[in-house]
């Protein structure tokens, strides 16, 4: 957990991802297991589940490209973990192919809930400064300050798009 620059201890946006992680069991969200301090407060680490590689570098690292069924599965395994996590009243607002991890059998999982947020009805007002630009939805871009589940279906649509243009499939 970067700790750059604080005074006062750990920093909000720390104490809600740590909150959020322990609070999550599913198959396609990194599992956290414990909260490390190390010599200093300024040494905190999040131990994690291991997962092989994030689909970034995979996407990037391939000899040949996902297969249509391929992509498939992968997205039915992101769409469950959204389904779950807004279920839970939860909002990634950073879906990223570096943010998805793979292990070696094929699972994916989401990780990285740093910009993560829980959300009520009706809506309460949010940074619109999430989410990698290129998978930022409209309405943030349009300055919207409230913010709904549809901010992670945009991002993930646009990881099959990435996905299945990279696999050569059609949808």
């Known amino acids: 957990m970067r700790m750059e620059k604080e005074k006062n201890g ?9 909150n959020i992680l322990l609070n999550l069991r599913h198959t396609n969200i990194v599992e956290m297991s414990e909260v490390v301090v190390g010599r200093s407060l300024e040494s905190i680490f999040l131990v994690m589940e291991y997962c092989e590689q994030d689909l970034a570098s995979l996407l990037d690292n391939m000899s040949a490209p996902f297969t249509e069924a391929q992509v498939k599965c992968n997205m039915i395994q992101l769409l469950k973990a959204l389904r779950y996590l807004h279920e839970n009243f939860i909002l990634h607002r950073d879906l ?4 998805l991890l793979m292990t070696d059998k094929g699972c994916v999982k989401i990780a990285d809930f740093g910009l993560a947020r829980k959300y009520a009805f009706p809506e309460q007002p949010m940074t619109p400064r999430v989410v990698t630009l290129w998978y930022r939805a409209p309405e943030l871009l349009l300055g919207s300050k409230t913010q709904t589940t549809a901010l992670d279906m945009w991002s993930a649509i646009t990881k099959a798009a990435i996905i299945s243009k ?3 499939c059609k949808f």
Do not use: A, C, M, T
């Open 166 to 168: 990279l696999g050569n």
């Open 10 to 18: 750990i920093p909000i946006s720390g104490l809600r991802e740590i």
């Open 96 to 99: 990223k192919v570096s943010n």
